[in-house]
């Protein structure tokens, strides 16, 4: 292939060939080498004008995910037919179910030696996904009595943190016995809330998860 | 002063003396040649026979001051007198009464630029404090009837997580208003699992210690 004009189709074509190494071989069983040699005659130094590191192909991937995320989290919030609560329900449901999810955990990226990683995460979470997205619904909630409590803003904090890292079997390394029970404890921290939005489905599909980590990792 | 023949009272000076000036000084603004000068005549080469940086020497202070806060948290899990419940009590009120939490959070170490410290955190968080010290709370007030969980491994390390690292000013950078809502909401999550265990006195504290963070940052 000839070097590309477009450097987004080039960004993508990065981002696409090492998203699917990743998940066949493994982030760490692949190197920059591997992905320029499925980049169908891309040069070395075209990735590199773009991506210093093999860190940073993984933080961009990362990104895009999230973006994508984003997009499913802005039309759920903003869907006239739910109640606030019926949103928080249908916001996880959605979630576990992507099927990227799945590449996602094959992948599992090693947190613990990847600091980068988790403090992208925990910024997403913290400075964009729980004001932009969860909060509008919580305070949809608050008002039409399906939420209750004084304290959205840190309500929706507390919900994204516990689902999105302590949850997270990448990030604590959590068996699916270990994931099974961490769920059904958030249910009863939701229930504590006025919340019952957990249901089994969503129990086995977070095992199914926790199960294609530890396959994997 | 001359070269100390007992390694550890050398180790237990150099941490004296560096936790003192990061108090006073910050730790951004300590060197380790601010150290050297204070340490009375120790040499260059016998404070780096014990730590190669100044991060080396603030994870030791910092696994100091957690040796301490252990220490404490078994002599309240091991008392005879409290249900589970009063047990978890007087841990909150005492973890933040300690008077050293003042110099913790004047010291204020930047968990944002310093991945370690984090880590460690998180690692003595899940791997020691809630399976060693709040676990078998929990598990006592699961049999005297006063806490409500199916899950008491998943409830300890929740406690934990949303008090040692969501409400820690120092790592979610939270202004004193914040502060105060986090400690609400966690006192309404505490309530759904029956526990009422938040005063107004453990608010003020929380807050105070959240106004001497922003003070000194």
Do not use: C
């Amino acid at each position: 292939m000839a070097r590309n004009k477009h450097p987004e189709e080039t960004v993508r074509l990065i981002l696409d060939v090492s998203f699917r190494l990743f998940v066949e071989k493994g982030y760490e069983h692949t190197s920059i080498q591997g992905i320029i040699d499925n980049l169908g005659g891309l040069s070395k130094g075209a990735i590199y004008h773009h991506f210093k590191s093999k860190e940073e192909i993984l933080l961009a991937v990362t990104d895009r995910i999230t973006a994508e995320s984003n997009q499913m989290l802005a039309v759920i919030r903003d869907r006239l037919d739910l109640s606030g609560k019926e949103k928080l329900k249908t916001i996880f449901r959605e979630s576990i179910n992507r099927p990227v999810q799945n590449d996602i955990f094959t992948v599992a990226p090693d947190f613990h030696n990847n600091a980068k990683l988790l403090f992208s995460l925990l910024h997403d979470t913290i400075d964009n996904a729980a004001p932009n997205y969860i909060l509008p619904i919580i305070q949809q909630g608050i008002s039409d009595g399906s939420i209750e409590t004084d304290y959205p803003e840190q309500f929706a904090e507390l919900i994204l943190l516990v689902a999105n890292v302590w949850m997270n079997p990448m990030i604590f390394d959590s068996s699916e016995e270990e994931s099974y029970r961490k769920f059904m404890l958030f249910r009863q921290m939701l229930q504590g809330f006025g919340l019952d939005i957990i249901d089994d489905e969503m129990l086995e599909r977070l095992q199914e998860l926790a199960s294609i980590y530890q396959k994997n990792k």
